[in-house]
């Protein structure tokens, strides 16, 4: 398996405008291997996507990020995605002016050595297959990239990236968000297709049924910008029954949220807000 990555995070502390929101966070990532990572709104989830791909607001103040023992910290946005490391974006953005083909085609260029670039040819041929796949309309080719589409069409057209570029390390945040049941249906298929020794999943979702459809091996909680509790699917199914209060309870944890330092936030459990 001399392609199987091994991608690393140790002790991941990251800031964002002096705010820590990363605060010395762990975990490995093997080839073939899913990993979900759950928890309540605002507790870094997003965060970290952003600062394994090189977002320039975040910056790392300790711990390490690495692929196959590389340092990612030490490279560029381009350099990672070249390395194999890939995001589909809670919020994708609109690129006016650029068409959905021409991204796809320059992103797979890009992680070509020069003078193998892909053939026009093969390209219009590959993309039309793997958008036959994800039962995309062709005239997605040839729009602005996500310019005015849906929340669904922008998630599906994420999921046209991942197929095209077969990245080694996958981050899909939030992709069920916005789809209807068919479009989770496909994207999960597009998805499992993609599931190999060669590649990775790091999964953020809040949903059990997302994980119905893509299996996870390993479910992690994400509060207060670390992850506090790992398990298998079957953690993600009682979270899916009985929310988050239990971990809350048996790890003492009273705000699971990170960036919001006033005191009025810090309402103990089980008690009533107090009365101002
Ligand atoms: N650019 C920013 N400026 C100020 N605060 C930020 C910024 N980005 C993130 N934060 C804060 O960091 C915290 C974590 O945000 P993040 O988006 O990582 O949460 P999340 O776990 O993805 O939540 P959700 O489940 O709602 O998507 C939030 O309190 C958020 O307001
Ligand atoms: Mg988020």
């Known amino acids: 398996m001399a392609n199987s990555p091994k991608f690393t995070i140790d002790g991941l502390k990251a800031t964002i405008e002096g ?32 600062t394994i791909m090189g977002h ?17 910290l030490e490279m560029g946005v381009d350099e990672r995605a070249r390395a194999g490391l890939f995001l589909a ?20 260029n890009a992680r070509r050595e020069e003078g193998q670039e892909i053939s026009l040819i093969k390209f219009i041929r590959l993309m039309e297959a793997k958008m036959k ?39 899909l945040d939030e992709i069920d968000s916005g789809l209807d049941i068919d479009a989770l249906r496909i994207v999960a298929t597009g998805v ?19 994980l119905n459809y893509i299996k996870p091996d390993f479910v992690h909680v994400m509060m ?6 790992s398990g298998g699917p079957e ?6 029954n009985e929310g988050y209060d239990w971990v809350k309870e048996e790890l003492g944890i009273v705000d699971e949220t990170v960036g919001q330092d006033t ?8 008690t009533t807000a107090p009365k101002y």
């Not at 990532?29 to 709104?41: F, L, R, S, T, Y």
């Not at 974006?89 to 797979?108: C, H, K, W």
């Open 263 to 270: 005191e009025e936030f810090k309402i103990p459990m089980n």
């Open 192 to 210: 499992n297709a993609m599931r190999s020794e060669d590649r990775g999943f790091l999964i953020i979702t809040h949903y059990q049924r997302l």
């Open 56 to 72: 320039p607001k975040y910056e790392v103040t300790d711990g390490s990020i690495t692929l196959d023992g590389e340092d990612i």
């Open 89 to 108: 974006m809670q919020y994708p953005s609109e690129i006016a002016g650029v068409t959905n083909a021409d991204f796809l085609r320059s992103a797979i």
């Open 19 to 50: 705010k820590e929101i990363l605060k010395g966070l762990s975990i490995e990532i093997k080839g073939g291997e899913v990993h979900a990572v759950m928890g309540p709104n605002g507790t870094g989830k997003s965060t970290l996507a952003s």
């Open 133 to 171: 796949e994800l039962e995309m309309n062709p005239e997605f080719a040839h729009r602005y990239l996500n310019e005015g589409f849906s929340g669904g069409e922008k998630k599906r057209n994420e999921i046209l990236q991942m197929l095209l570029l077969e990245p080694r390390l996958v981050i």
């Open 235 to 240: 953690l993600a199914e009682r979270l899916e």
């Open 224 to 229: 207060q910008g670390r992850i506090v509790k």
